[in-house]
């Protein structure tokens, strides 16, 4: 036995190589995105999402599903949309039970006693 590879094994090994490099190359880049996106949530939190639309409900149909006015029959009930509601302002963030920026508490009342 020869302790190197034949000529078309090392070509393949080295084809296996580079496209290997390149998947941790392709991997490298994927976790620095996430660590960005994971830095960034534990600052910021999660960002508000609006609710999503009540799904419809159906009431009533036809007893038979071939007659020719089957969907005249239907009755379904749609609801009434969410309303988000309206954002706080980026300076003033809206936290219930937080104190707004710059004040060490919310009313004069709050102050701990220290002694």
Known sequence: MSPTAPPNDSVALREELVELRQQVALLSVIIDELREELSWLTRNGLPP?????????????????????WRERLAIARGEPVVAPPASSPTQPATPGKPPPGKLFSTPGDQPKLF
């Open 49 to 69: 999402h609006a609710d999503a639309a009540p799904s419809p409900v159906l009431r009533r149909m036809a007893l038979d599903p071939c007659a020719d006015d």
